[in-house]
């Protein structure tokens, strides 16, 4: 069965770049989406078809797909981007990686 | 603005039957070529996509559990319904339904309700 493998943690300074990543066999050969949830909170999309921005998502979230990883990119991250992150795609049936916990500290 | 609620029992013997429904509101269940899905998350856990429907009733399913999964739709009432049978401890997790795009090839979720913790314990 088909995987989406992410590291389960990720820390970045406020205003620095993170890049949370999302590996899984020809991935790029597929549309990636990626969600944000905060903690008690609903997952949010924030990236679909692998770079597209859902409107009132901040242009400083940006989703890249090659190879096999996807990508999300936060620029200029802020206290407020702290929270787990999900990517999923379609692969026979619908599939999410395990989540990347971002810290901002 | 689409927005979605479950609503249901929050705790459920095992061996018994979950049962979940999702109030659309701010559009109709019928209106485009959205699917409309059931989503669960475990406790401290990643997200796992149990199904989804269309309004006109066609369904899809995890094939994981697809032998214990139903999901249904009333127009009528702008909701769709999740019933999940013999349930164990394994199925206590918090389900969201959401919004559903329509192409598999490019298949996202771009609205989501709040999510309704159900509980399988005696």
């Known amino acids: 069965s088909y995987e989406l493998s992410q590291p389960p943690s990720l820390s970045v300074s406020p205003g620095q770049t993170a890049s949370i990543t999302c590996s899984g066999d020809k991935l790029g050969e597929k549309y990636a989406s990626w969600y944000q949830q905060r903690p008690g909170q609903s997952p949010v999309l924030v990236i679909y078809?692998?770079?597209k921005r859902p409107s009132g998502i901040p242009e400083r979230f940006s989703g890249s797909n090659s190879g096999n990883t996807a990508t999300l990119t936060i620029s200029g991250t802020q206290a407020m981007d702290e929270a787990d992150y999900y990517c999923q795609t379609w692969a026979i049936t619908v599939i999410f990686g395990g989540g990347t916990k971002l810290t901002v500290l | 603005q689409v927005q979605l609620q479950e609503s249901g029992p929050g705790l459920v013997k095992p061996s018994q039957t979950l049962s979940l429904t999702c109030t659309v509101s701010g559009g109709s269940i019928s209106s485009g070529s959205y699917y409309w899905s059931w989503i669960r998350q475990p406790a401290g856990k990643g997200l796992e996509w149990i199904g989804r429907i269309y309004s006109r009733g066609s369904t899809n399913y995890n094939s994981s559990l697809k032998s214990r999964v139903t999901i249904s739709v009333d127009t009528s009432k702008n909701q769709f319904s999740l019933k999940l049978n013999s349930v164990t401890a394994a199925d206590t997790a918090v389900y969201y339904c959401?919004?559903?795009?329509?192409?598999?090839?490019?298949?996202?979720?771009?609205?989501w309700g709040q999510g309704a913790l159900v509980t399988v314990s005696s």
């Open positions: 078809e692998d770079n």
């Open positions: 959401a919004r559903t795009t329509p192409d598999w090839t490019t298949v996202s979720f771009d609205y």
